[in-house]
């Protein structure tokens, strides 16, 4: 554990907790005289991540740090990831939810574990799939459905 990057992190987490909170304040509330509208559900995320962060920091800050190895950074599992994730985001629209997202994943899993493709196949088919249905079928709401190529 660096405890130096933990303190940095847990300042930096801290003030995106505060402006979540700041920022959710000046979206409207509910009109209908309820206390649950749009600006509470950021507004707890903020609080949450500010919460969190405060641990953080006096987690960092009661620990002694440990005069261990330095583990080596792997960078390529990284950059693999974050490539996936920008073919993800220029690929959602035109692929559409489903395909793209299950892609997606199963990259993500095979970079951190190779070895258990059939369980990143049924994971990522299984999540993509059930997260599709119930937004779109049981939540009512909109995700790029399946592309024009394959209807």
């Not at 937004?135 to 394959?150: A, S």
């Amino acid at each position: 554990m660096d405890v130096k990057f933990d303190r940095f992190a847990s300042v930096a987490f801290l003030a995106v907790g505060v402006l979540f909170m700041i920022a959710s304040r000046k979206l409207s509330s509910s009109s209908y005289g309820s206390s649950v509208g749009p600006d509470i559900f950021p507004f707890v995320l903020g609080l949450v991540l500010a919460a969190l962060s405060i641990r953080l920091f006096y987690e960092a800050y009661r620990s002694r740090r440990q005069e261990s190895s330095k583990e080596k950074l792997e960078y390529k599992p990284f950059i693999i990831i974050f490539i996936s994730t920008l073919i993800y985001i220029l690929t959602l629209e035109t692929i559409g939810y489903v395909i793209t997202t299950f892609l997606f994943l199963f990259v993500c899993f095979q970079t951190m574990e190779r070895n258990k493709w059939v369980t990143s196949l049924i994971i990522s088919a299984g999540f993509s799939g059930i997260v599709y249905f119930l937004f779109v079928n049981v939540l009512k709401g909109t995700l790029p459905g399946w592309p024009i190529w394959f209807s």
